[in-house]
């Protein structure tokens, strides 16, 4: 019985003292989600501008989700907005004028997310981004 209490122990120590599947004893891994580039992750690559950022990051915010529908025609955009402290700014293209060290947080959203949080227009997503004050 002795040995069954010693087995338990020690794989409750094995278990706590790792932080993710290949973490070295003692180490803590970051959990990062994939539709968030927080401020520290913005600081560790070098970029002139927010959109080089992204694209170095995470470049599926950047691609293209397809027209809206199909009587939206040339007018809906096949790309995510741009939204600044949660004002509209502009197209994927206005993101070059960001320079990515002013920006604290940069957050995708998905169509739904987006229609949910900033109306149905934004069909094809929503890049929110977050200034530093």
């Known amino acids: ?3 069954v209490y010693f087995f338990a122990l020690a794989v409750v120590l094995a278990c706590a003292s790792q932080s993710g599947p290949n973490a070295p004893a003692g180490t803590v891994v970051a959990r990062t989600d994939r539709n968030i580039i927080a401020d520290a992750e913005i600081q560790s690559v070098p970029s002139s501008n927010l959109y080089d ?3 170095k990051l995470r470049p599926n915010f950047l691609r293209s989700r ?7 025609g040339s007018s809906g ?3 995510a907005t741009v939204y600044v402290d949660g004002r509209p700014y502009g197209d994927i293209a206005s993101l070059r004028s960001l320079v990515s060290t ?3 947080e940069v ?3 998905d169509a739904s ?4 949080k900033y109306g149905t227009i934004n069909g094809n997503g929503v890049i929110e981004v977050t200034i530093k004050q």
Do not use: D, F, T
């Open 1 to 3: 019985m002795k040995n």
């Open 53 to 55: 950022l992204i694209s």
């Open 66 to 72: 397809g027209p809206m529908s199909l009587s939206s």
């Open 77 to 79: 955009s096949e790309y």
């Open 102 to 104: 002013q920006v604290s």
């Open 107 to 109: 957050r995708y959203y």
């Open 113 to 116: 997310s987006a229609a949910s």
